[in-house]
């Protein structure tokens, strides 16, 4: 049982570090300009960001399940806010990775709170990590360490993909063309709309 929530978890990371967002930006920019070290910092910053999210979504939708026939609202709000945060993905404007007002170039003692800070802003951010929260409530065949597993397969994956593009920076800014970029956008918004229209059937028909 437990390798199926690690699947699951892995998979919804690489999703999430597909999306080019202020996150990719920033530790882009700050491996440019001040090095690797500097941008895993940002980039550990970011992880301590989505720990606070999930800590945060999960806590609230536990306690949302306390009230009697909640579990199919939380599901096909989940899913409605998943579909939504993918439409939105797909139709955004591509923005140049060379706009200097993207990203403010941290100094070094910075660098960890410019993480938690571009990452925490984000109202995707905390409304993806809610839909998750939502996603997780409705299985009620996870335990505790199915659960997770889960959501720290995710939190690696992202981190980790996170530092891969730090330390690829120079090389990812010479291949990812505005068609690359939007396609990739397009991609990936496609994909979790998937999940989202997914676990509203889910919720609809939980025995099919």
Known sequence: MIGEPILEGVKLGLLLSMMIGPVFFALMTTSLAHGFRQSAILAFGVLVS?????FGSYLGVHFLKKIPAIDDYLGLV????LIGF???FMVKKVIPISGENLVVKPKKRKAFFQGV?????NPFVML????IASMVSIKSFWGMPERIFFYGSLLLTIFGIDILKAFLASSLRSILSHNLRKAIQVFAGGLICYFGVKMIWGTLYPVL
């Open 128 to 131: 993806f990590w809610l839909s």
């Open 78 to 81: 989940g899913g409605v806010i």
């Open 86 to 88: 993918g439409i939105n």
């Open 117 to 121: 800070g571009i990452n925490g802003i």
């Open 50 to 54: 989505d720990l606070i999210y999930v």
